[in-house]
């Protein structure tokens, strides 16, 4: 079943000069080993380091990343695939829970889904408890991000995380992203960064397109339920620089035995990029659409009463649309980086979690609406000095951004039919930030860092209920500071502290009635504020093995948070997290890898009370994967096998009821000749019944109490699942 698309607008843009404030101090730079520490002091960007460890093949492509003019006439260039395991990072980084995924790990791990590829991120989880054209759910370091609250996504400087969201503050959508157009993914767990601002306190992970492919690719992939995608990509030049093309389609059914999802996501991407004054420059046009109908979860006492299996649905009618449209530029040198962008985005997704418990007539279907442009940019300088004979590298920045939210809504409805408005806003978000950050290098194997960071807010909310309409404003400085040792040119040592925050739905600030009840409501602060500590280890040998061991702490303030799904704040209280993670990779006999990541984590309530437990909803103790692969970029044999292991979550503040845990295995394997690649990959190979998540809740059937009925409610994990790709390049 497929309904009727709502219209929308084109997508318009208009790009204003940015002018970008210049703070003192500066961030973590890379630094060269014990030896070489003083002798060549200067600052690498991560493109540089890529280098490293690379797979080079000679394409008859012209030239491109950042080449002279004298090259672009040159048939021959190296082509560099990122390998980002086996790059040594020891003297270049300021926490062990920092580093790099390249492009060669990401095209050789078979994901079900795009959102997927966030758990190449070590102890993050993504699942979905909905339809898959939406926004994934998170899970890193005990916290239940729902849909990217406290941690910061970003691809080539644009955010992905939407502030004042329709669904959830934080939302993060990454199904608008080519998995094979990435060149790398940058991670960073923690607070201690300053150049990360908002939805920082469980870490960042940083998204780099591909400036070239070298050649041109043509991919079919063919699945199970009626699974469909095709993918093709090429380079051309054009103007002395190149020009980089993708698009993406995708169709799909689903497992579902009462719902046909009906997923039809189209993605194109284009990128240009040439030489400009001494660096590189690049404009990149990004356009994703996307339909489905949705299998939300379901509460388990219907498939114990046999009413629907557990892949059915009760409400066959859930769905949404979701669309975003983005222009950006960048350009980079060896000390400056500078970007600007402009988004349009829009959400519409209708839900039915709770059936009739707040509508015993018409039911509890609802519809949220987000449709918004962005505006921003940043610019950031990076230089050395000496103080004192000692060798000193600043980096300093500015950021800024400007949501402009046309409507943010909440709607009662039947069927997709609208009954009622709960809540209609328009709003007007504004943030700035600057950072610095400098390190200091007092040995050859000694250095510390200190950073500083300040983050302005201002939003105006004007909605249709007058009393929830206003302005709120709120800044907030964030000190982080650390210290590096190197004991060897395989082991360094590092400790860590910082503060963090994660901004609140502009809504909630404002607010004075409760809009479901239009009670007194008490509004929140625009910011949350955390602060955490770390100390770490990183072993790396560039012929067998790169392991990083941390143990953390961080602890929240009482997270005021607005409930895009209900329309109110709720406040949780001051909380506590412990944990300690490994993450361990091993190369040997030229072609096979092995990686074990492990995620322990304890997650507190520190204020008790007698109405509730101290266990925070929805964290997760134990996380695991552990996976092998045989093969290189070159022809022959390819193949992966993948563990992972989602362990028993909290599901109330009790602890009295636990969702139980999630074993998944996933396998690929292929062969490639000079032109053409085949692949297998089989999704949950065991066929396990396990589910992708649970909450537990109230809810109501037609002829249930009238106060609803407890129950655990969950989305089932997709049965196992084969799809087989061919690929043709040339």
């Given at each position: 079943m ?8 084109s ?10 404030a ?5 961030a973590?730079?890379v ?7 003083k ?8 493109s ?10 000679t ?29 040594n990072?020891?003297g ?12 060669a790990e990401?095209?050789?791990?078979p ?5 997927e ?13 909905s ?10 370091r ?6 990217g609250?406290?941690?910061n ?12 969201h ?25 607070a ?20 070239l ?7 079919a992939?063919?699945g ?8 093709a ?10 020009l ?8 799909s ?14 993605n194109?991407?284009a990128?240009?990029v040439?030489?400009?004054?001494d ?21 388990a006492r219907?498939v ?8 059915g649905?009760?409400?066959p ?13 960048n350009?980079r040198?060896d000390?400056?980086?500078a ?5 349009q ?6 839900s039915?979690?709770?059936y009739?418990?707040?509508d ?6 609802y519809?949220?609406?987000?449709d918004?442009h ?5 610019l ?25 939210i ?10 997709r ?8 806003d ?7 930030g ?5 390190r ?13 960071r ?6 105006d ?21 650390g ?6 040119d ?7 502290a ?7 739905d ?5 607010l004075?009635l409760?809009?479901v ?13 955390s602060?955490?500590a770390e ?5 790396f ?10 143990l953390w702490y ?21 909380s506590?997290?412990v ?20 995620a ?12 509730e ?11 695991a ?8 970029q070159g022809?022959?044999?390819h ?21 139980n ?5 996933n396998f ?14 089989v999704?949950?190979?065991l066929d ?11 809810s ?9 009925i ?5 989305h089932?994990a ?8 061919i690929?043709?390049?040339?």
């Amino acid at each position: 079943m497929k309904y009727t698309r709502i219209s929308r607008s084109s997508p318009s843009f208009l790009i204003t000069p940015l002018a970008a404030a210049v703070f003192t101090f500066s961030a973590p730079t890379v630094l060269s080993q014990t030896s070489a520490y003083k002798a060549d002091y200067k600052t690498e960007q991560i493109s540089e380091q890529k280098s490293a460890q690379t797979t080079e093949k000679t394409t008859k492509q012209p030239t491109t990343d950042s080449v002279s003019a004298d090259k672009k006439n040159n048939p021959q260039l190296k082509t560099v695939t990122v390998i980002g395991h086996r790059l040594n990072q020891l003297g270049k980084k300021i926490s062990a829970a920092e580093g790099t995924v390249g492009s060669a790990e990401i095209a050789n791990r078979p994901v079900l889904r795009t959102g997927e590829i966030l758990e190449f991120v070590p102890g993050m989880v993504v699942t979905q408890h909905s339809g898959s054209g939406k926004a994934n759910q998170y899970f890193l370091r005990g916290f239940n991000l729902d849909h990217g609250t406290d941690f910061n996504s970003s691809i080539d400087g644009m955010p992905i995380n939407m502030r004042t969201h329709g669904h959830g503050q934080g939302y993060t959508d990454l199904n608008f992203i080519i998995p094979e157009l990435i060149s790398s993914i940058d991670y960073r767990k923690g607070a201690y960064y300053a150049d990360v601002g908002d939805f920082s306190g469980a870490g960042a992970a940083s998204f780099s397109l591909k400036n070239l492919l070298g050649e041109n690719i043509v991919s079919a992939t063919l699945g199970e339920n009626h699974y469909g995608r095709v993918f093709a990509a090429g380079d051309v030049a054009l103007h002395e620089g190149l020009l980089l093309v993708g698009i993406e389609r995708q169709l799909s059914d689903g497992p579902w035995t009462d719902i046909n999802e009906d997923i039809d996501k189209l993605n194109f991407n284009a990128r240009y990029v040439k030489p400009l004054a001494d660096g590189t420059f690049s404009l990149t046009a990004m356009a994703y659409d996307n339909s489905w109908n949705s299998p939300d979860q379901i509460p388990a006492r219907v498939v114990e009463q046999g009413l629907i299996d557990s892949y059915g649905s009760l409400n066959p009618t859930n769905g949404g649309e979701s669309s975003r449209y983005s222009l950006s530029t960048n350009w980079r040198t060896d000390s400056w980086n500078a970007n600007l962008y402009a988004i349009q985005s829009d959400l519409l997704l209708i839900s039915d979690f709770t059936y009739f418990l707040d509508d015993p007539v018409n039911g509890d279907q609802y519809k949220q609406v987000d449709d918004r442009h962005i505006f921003g940019g940043a610019l950031s300088h990076q230089w050395n000095t000496e103080l004192f004979n000692i060798a000193v590298n600043h980096h300093i920045g500015s950021e800024f951004r400007y949501d402009d939210i046309a409507k943010v809504g909440l709607y009662k409805t039947k069927a997709r039919k609208w009954l009622s408005t709960v809540r209609e806003d328009g709003v007007k978000e504004t943030s700035s930030g600057l950072f610095g950050q400098t390190r200091f290098l007092l040995s050859d194997t000694f250095s510390t860092h200190i950073g500083l960071r300040y983050d302005y807010y201002h939003v105006d909310v004007d909605s249709n209920i007058v009393e929830n309409s206003g302005a709120a404003d709120k800044g907030k400085f964030s000190l982080k500071a650390g210290a590096t040792y190197l004991f060897s040119d395989h082991l360094e040592a590092f400790i860590n502290a910082g503060q963090g925050f994660h901004s609140n739905d502009a809504r909630g600030a404002t607010l004075t009635l409760d809009p479901v009840t239009l009670e007194p409501a008490d509004a929140v602060e625009l910011i949350v504020p955390s602060t955490g500590a770390e100390v770490g280890l990183k072993l790396f040998d560039e012929k067998r093995f790169n392991i990083s061991a941390s143990l953390w702490y961080l602890e929240s303030e009482s997270e005021l948070i607005f409930i895009g799904d209900a329309g109110h704040n709720e406040a949780s209280r001051a909380s506590e997290r412990v944990g300690a993670e490994l993450a361990s990779y091993f190369w040997f006999a030229n072609k096979w890898n092995l990686d074990v990541e492990l995620a322990w984590t304890r997650a507190r309530f520190s204020e008790n009370t007698r109405e509730e437990g101290k266990y925070v909803d929805g964290s997760v103790p134990f996380v695991a994967s552990t996976g092998i692969s045989y093969g290189g970029q070159g022809n022959g044999l390819h193949s992966s096998l993948r563990y992972r292991y989602f362990g028993a979550r909290v599901l109330e503040s009790f602890n009295d009821i636990k969702a139980n845990s999630t074993s998944t295995v996933n396998f690929g394997i292929g062969y490639q000749w000079d032109s053409i690649n085949i692949e297998l990959e089989v999704h949950n190979v065991l066929d396990s019944d396990e589910n992708d998540i649970d909450y537990y809740y109230a809810s109501r059937l037609a002829g249930e109490p009238e106060e609803g009925i407890e129950d655990l409610h969950y989305h089932p994990a997709e049965p196992r699942t084969l799809r087989a790709k061919i690929e043709y390049r040339f």
